[in-house]
């Protein structure tokens, strides 16, 4: 009887080391680089991708489960705009600017879908998800430096290429608290309000988009708790 017992016992064992090998299998975090085009949201530019820049960025994500991620990000974006044809209001030699933005930021993941290699808790390695965050945004000379908060909101789709290596595209437009990063000094004139129109809130700030695509690799295999309870 006692054999049988430890026979048993033994049985179960394996089987919940099984079962939460199945839970907690996968990696902890992603780290990876990703590019694509940046543009401005402004006074002087209301269409999406008008005046298309580069965008290159280094990003860290946390996996809190398979639906659940915290992403970290630093990147380095080209935004410029110009007074041509803007609503053909603006009285004038036409103004531009061009300038590089520097943007750290957090963002919360949520999938529609567990992420990770197929038979992982249900889990599928085609997965959207949509993201929500706050950042920071520095905009070096040549007008001015200007630092501002953003606040990224937007939507993703990565796939699991091997049970390492994952591949993704991403949207977001990111919301700042300034209304400076479009400001020139060229011809002595500055972008800042062209319309001398007053206003607060963020809709009367600027913005900008990122559309990227990238490559992270996992790192840190989750442990296994199977043999917590012996």
């Known amino acids: 009887m006692v054999r049988k017992l430890k026979t048993l016992s033994v049985i179960v064992l394996l089987c919940c080391c099984s079962l939460a090998h199945a839970q907690d299998d996968g990696y902890l975090m992603e780290i990876g680089v990703g590019g694509g085009g940046s543009f401005y949201m402004g006074d002087v530019n209301t269409e999406l991708y008008n005046n298309t820049n580069g965008v290159f960025s280094v990003i860290a994500r946390y996996n809190v489960n398979t639906r659940f991620s915290l992403k970290a990000n630093l990147a380095a974006a080209g935004i410029s ?91 977001t437009m990111r919301f700042s608290t300034s209304d400076r990063l479009d400001v020139t000094h060229s011809y002595g004139t500055s972008l800042e309000d062209p319309f001398m129109i007053k206003g607060k809130g963020i809709k009367n700030k600027d913005s900008y988009s990122f559309t990227m695509l990238y490559v992270t690799f996992d790192v840190f295999k989750r ?5 917590d309870e012996q």
């Open 223 to 227: 442990p296994c708790h199977c043999n």
């Open 81 to 171: 705009g110009s007074t041509e044809n803007a609503y053909g209001l603006l009285p004038g030699d036409e103004l531009s600017f061009s300038r590089t933005l520097y943007d750290f930021g957090v963002q919360v993941e949520w999938g529609f879908c567990g992420y990770g290699m197929e038979g992982w808790s249900g889990c599928k390695r085609l997965a959207p998800y949509g993201l929500l965050g706050v950042g920071a945004t520095f905009a070096p000379k040549p007008a001015q430096n200007d630092f501002a908060a953003n606040f990224p909101i937007g939507m993703g789709l990565r796939y699991k290429l091997s049970e390492r290596v994952n591949i993704g595209l991403e949207w």
